[in-house]
């Protein structure tokens, strides 16, 4: 089956400083990846949709500022959390689709990355 | 505005015992629903989705579920739950004029012998 990864797997930095995320599609190209935020027994929260080769449409209240989606290959999207402070800890899932069809492939998923800004 | 609940935030079931899981959602078209299963260190994991057809979806790990339009409800079933059941699963729609997922809060399963 199709397989995403996502590396760190746990980060902590110190406030103020920047932190690079990285999901890859391991055995598929990916032309959409979706990155998310989940609270502590919360829903995920879509933060921004990721499309190889352009800028990353970000949901309404995400700062595209603080929060810089690359998305350069078909493999591999990331996520820079710039200048984190202690209120951007969270636990940041990406997934990836296949075929394009936003609506109705299913999303692969990472296992995730949790950020702690100290 | 379009919303998936989950009523239940956690449910504990004794292992050989049945289970359902409910979701509700509001949203004016015709759905497309999903259930994932997240395990601790795993991707979400999709068990079943309904696009349209037979109302009663078959799933993957023993799962189904039933999309009831006249009560926005597409509630998760397995008639023998397993210790290796335990996880949180969440139900979500696709909301087609933002072009997104949207997540329930997710229900808590845990497993008892």
């Known amino acids: 089956g199709a397989v995403v990864s996502q590396h760190p797997s746990r980060v902590i930095c110190k406030s103020g400083t920047s932190v690079k995320i990285e999901c890859r599609s391991l055995d598929f190209q990916a032309t959409t990846m979706f990155w998310y935020r989940q609270f502590p027994k919360k829903s995920l929260m879509l933060m921004a949709t990721?499309?190889?080769?352009?800028?990353?449409?970000?949901e309404q209240g995400v700062e595209k500022d603080k929060f810089l989606i690359n998305h350069a290959s078909l493999t591999l999207s990331t996520l820079t959390v710039t200048s984190a402070h202690p209120e951007d800890s969270s636990f940041y899932i990406c997934?990836?689709?296949?075929?394009?069809?936003?609506?109705?492939?299913?999303?692969?998923f990472g296992p995730g990355t949790r950020l702690t800004v100290l | 505005a379009q919303s998936v609940t989950q009523p239940d935030i956690h449910i504990t079931v004794s292992e050989g015992a049945s289970l359902e899981l409910r979701c509700n959602y509001s949203y004016g078209a015709t759905p497309y629903l999903f259930w994932y299963v997240q395990s601790p260190g795993q991707g979400l994991q999709l068990l079943l989705k309904y696009f349209s057809g037979d109302t009663l979806v078959q799933g993957i790990k023993g799962f189904e579920a039933e999309f009831k339009r006249s009560q926005s409800s597409f509630n998760l079933r397995k008639p023998s739950v397993h210790w290796s059941d335990a996880a949180e699963y969440f139900c979500?729609?696709?909301?087609?004029?933002?072009?997104?997922?949207?997540f329930g809060q997710g229900t808590e399963l845990s497993v008892k012998p």
């Open positions: 990721s499309n190889e080769g352009s800028k990353a449409t970000y």
């Open positions: 979500a729609v696709f909301y087609n004029q933002g072009g997104k997922l949207i």
């Open positions: 997934s990836a689709i296949l075929n394009g069809l936003v609506s109705t492939d299913t999303q692969y």
